[in-house]
T-cell receptor, first 110, second 114 residues
């Protein structure tokens, strides 16, 4: 079945450093979504990528969808303590449900 | 508008018992999905419902079941509880089904099985 792998599992950075999490699917995806879950909270939608090679930016966050629509990345520039949480990618294959990766937990020290 | 509401928020059961969790989606959302979240395993897909029909089902044993009512509210049931069923059960609703469905999650129901 469809699998979505996400690396790294954990990442600790100093405030101001950059952070990247990577997502790979075993199958071609219709779209990919990214969610953020703060400690003790529930996942919150960040963005959806649909087109091959698509790049979207939200302030310090940059999202990319690979040309083959099988991988994606989230890059945060100059992390802040408010970026702490777990970032999940979730891939959608036509006719199936949204499948989540295991997430990357980001911790930031000031 | 009100978000996704899940009840109960916390519950403790013993092995062998059964449990029913409830989810009320955002008004107007007809798609409801359920996920199990455990440490280190991320969110594992359980079911997806749309207009009272199960559209997709994850790789969970038959002890896990669900349904959706005509008002889009959904319930999931776990019978013959096992210790490994301890988890946060998240419900999410979506305005559309499939290709462009952003999920709105509830706060979850945290189940502890003793």
């Amino acid at each position: 079945g469809q699998q979505v792998m996400q690396i790294p599992q954990y990442q600790h950075v100093q405030e101001g450093e950059d952070f990247t999490t990577y997502c790979n699917s075993s199958t071609t995806l219709s779209n990919i979504q990214w969610y953020k879950q703060r400690p003790g909270g529930h996942p919150v939608f960040l963005i959806q990528l649909v087109k091959s090679g698509e790049v979207k930016k939200q302030k310090r966050l940059t999202f990319q969808f690979g040309e083959a629509k099988k991988n994606s990345s989230l890059h945060i520039t100059a992390t802040q303590t408010t970026d702490v949480g777990t970032y999940f990618c979730a891939g959608l294959q036509a006719g199936t449900a949204l499948i989540f990766g295991k997430g990357t937990t980001l911790s930031v020290s000031s | 508008k009100a978000g996704v509401t899940q009840t109960p928020r916390y519950l403790i059961k013993t092995r062998g018992q059964q449990v029913t969790l409830s989810c009320s989606p955002i008004s107007g959302h007809r798609s409801v999905s359920w996920y199990q979240q455990t440490p280190g395993q991320g969110l594992q897909f359980l079911f997806e419902y749309f207009s009272e029909t199960q559209r997709n089902k994850g790789n969970f044993p038959g002890r896990f079941s669900g349904r959706q009512f005509s008002n889009s509210r959904s319930e999931m049931n776990v019978s013959t509880l096992e210790l490994g069923d301890s988890a946060l059960y998240l419900c999410a609703s979506s305005l559309v089904v499939g290709e462009t469905g952003e999920l709105f999650f509830g706060e979850g129901s945290r189940l502890t099985v003793l």
